[in-house]
């Protein structure tokens, strides 16, 4: 249940699993969680950065077709979502410049685009070659509340949330595509107690969750309260659409642990195989086992993430793991 907040404006935090490319499939994703969280009686629902395109989209960016398809399914979630605001982040195609957006719509309208104005370019993300950054602070008010829009990188660095404050904002809805690794969480938090403590606002921070190739989202969405700290925080590893409420400027909701180390690794292999298995169609995968304690490992990775009748093991003597091929390993399963 929610900490007892008498009033406010209720939002949703949906941290989904979208997949990059599947543009009709993430709409309706998006579609069903909207409708979740009008269930939930939230005013607002708020998705993860490039939800709508699947993150990282790359140079899937610079077909035509994908532009078309990222226009007509904008055009089908302003046509599909109704009675609830609507936060979702995509690709915006102005012109010939591209710009990683996040969008309110609200039924049928676009009622404010944030363009994001920090892009990233080291480790994992190579967002320079793609989009171009915004200049300007997004505010707008819903149910009489002043929210600002900001995608991920606007938030590790001071200037975009003061110049949110400074355009008015109370409330700060925050789009993300945030990797895991060790640690992660307590930096995010860390972060935004940064941000928060600078601004005086609250925060809503909303990260994308599943596996997409070499990479992997945790999710553990959350919400910081300016005056309280970590007001709501989502599970780990795990889809979900939760409530936090707004009032008076204060921020409430559930708090789900963070995952100690050893299993937050675990759930995060698990998760990695599991979308990559899946979102690439594979009917599942064949493991030569050794008889060791590394091998019956990885087999209850492969268990735990797609099921015992996906995973098909072969005993192989050691001598012989190293020289046989897939092919072959497949034929004695």
């Not at 925080?233 to 936090?244: D, T, Y």
């Not at 008889?291 to 990775?301: E, F, K, M, R, T």
Request: aromatic share 6%; charged share 20%; hydrophobic share 45%.
């Amino acid at each position: 249940a929610l900490t007892p907040v008498a009033r406010g404006l209720p939002i949703a935090i949906a941290q989904l699993d979208c997949v990059v490319g599947d543009i009709p499939g993430n709409a309706t994703r998006i579609i069903e969680a909207a409708a979740r969280a009008r269930e939930l009686g939230a005013r607002l629902c708020v998705l993860p950065e490039l939800a709508l395109s699947g993150y990282p989209p790359e140079d899937l960016l610079f077909h035509r077709g994908f532009r078309h398809r990222i226009g007509a399914a904008m055009e089908r979630l302003k046509r599909e979502v109704r009675g609830i605001g609507l936060v979702v982040g995509y690709p915006e195609y102005e012109a010939e410049s591209i710009h990683n957006a996040a969008a309110l719509l609200q039924d049928g309208e676009i009622v404010a685009v944030h363009r994001k104005q920090l892009l990233p370019n080291y480790q994992v993300f190579d967002e320079k070659r793609y989009f171009e950054p915004g200049a300007s602070a997004t505010c707008v008010e819903v149910d009489g509340v002043r929210v600002a829009l900001l995608v991920c990188e606007d938030v590790w660095k001071p200037a975009p949330a003061a110049a949110a404050k400074a355009a008015g904002a109370e409330l700060a809805l925050v789009l993300n595509a945030s990797p895991f690794q060790l640690g992660k969480q307590e930096l995010r938090e860390r972060v935004l107690r940064e941000r928060a403590a600078e601004t005086g606002i609250g925060f809503v921070y909303v990260n994308l969750v599943g596996g997409q190739d070499e990479l992997v989202f945790d999710g553990q969405s959350f919400a910081f309260d300016a005056a309280g700290g970590v007001a709501h925080r989502a599970p780990a590893f795990e889809e979900s659409v939760g409530l936090v409420r707004y009032h008076g400027g204060r921020l409430a909701g559930t708090v789900a642990p963070v995952p100690a180390a050893d299993e937050a690794v675990y759930r995060a292999i698990v998760t990695g195989i599991r979308d990559y298995v899946g979102k690439h169609g594979f009917p599942g995968v064949v493991i030569g086992l050794s008889g060791g304690i590394d091998s019956a490992l990885v087999l209850a990775l492969a268990v735990d993430a797609l099921g015992p009748e996906r995973v098909h093991a072969v005993m192989m003597p050691s001598r012989y793991t190293s020289a046989m091929s897939l092919e072959d390993a497949a034929s004695m399963a």
